[in-house]
């Protein structure tokens, strides 16, 4: 089975969870997160041809290593580009480096632990657990 047919499935089981979890209860806003089963980042990521497990599937230092790199890599780009916009070197930047790699660090925690959260309630197995061959067709 191709990477692309197991993402399908993964994604399918996830959906699925979700959608008989929601039934059982009143919708609202907070319940459905429909971007949560590929993520933009991942989207991207597999589209360059990179094979990794959507996030659900993934482990949380996974998680929290893209997410939390990702962003630390924008706010790095844009830290540069902000000390050449005004002419000052990038060394006079520094308290604002620091800062920005607690806060990269931090948000990275906490997204793995949200999607660690929701893989542990929904009950999704590891991707190298996760055979659709031999489990139910959703």
């Given at each position: 089975m191709s990477f692309k047919e197991k993402r399908r499935f993964a994604e399918k089981l996830v959906e699925s969870k979700k959608a008989s979890f929601l039934k059982s209860k009143p919708v609202s806003i907070m319940d459905f997160h429909g971007l949560s089963y590929g993520p933009h980042l991942h989207r991207l990521l597999w589209k360059l041809g990179v094979k990794i497990p959507p996030p659900h599937f993934s482990r949380y230092a996974q998680n929290r290593l893209l997410f939390g790199a990702s962003l630390g890599i924008g706010m790095l780009i844009g830290c540069i580009l902000g000390s050449l916009l005004v002419?000052?070197?990038l060394y006079a930047s520094l308290p604002f480096l620091i800062v920005l790699?607690?806060?990269?660090i931090g948000c990275g925690h906490v997204i793995a632990k949200l999607y660690q959260r929701e893989s542990e309630f929904y009950q999704i197995p590891l991707w190298d657990d996760f055979h659709p061959e031999i489990s139910e067709k959703v």
């Open positions: 002419d000052r070197p790699s607690i806060s990269a």
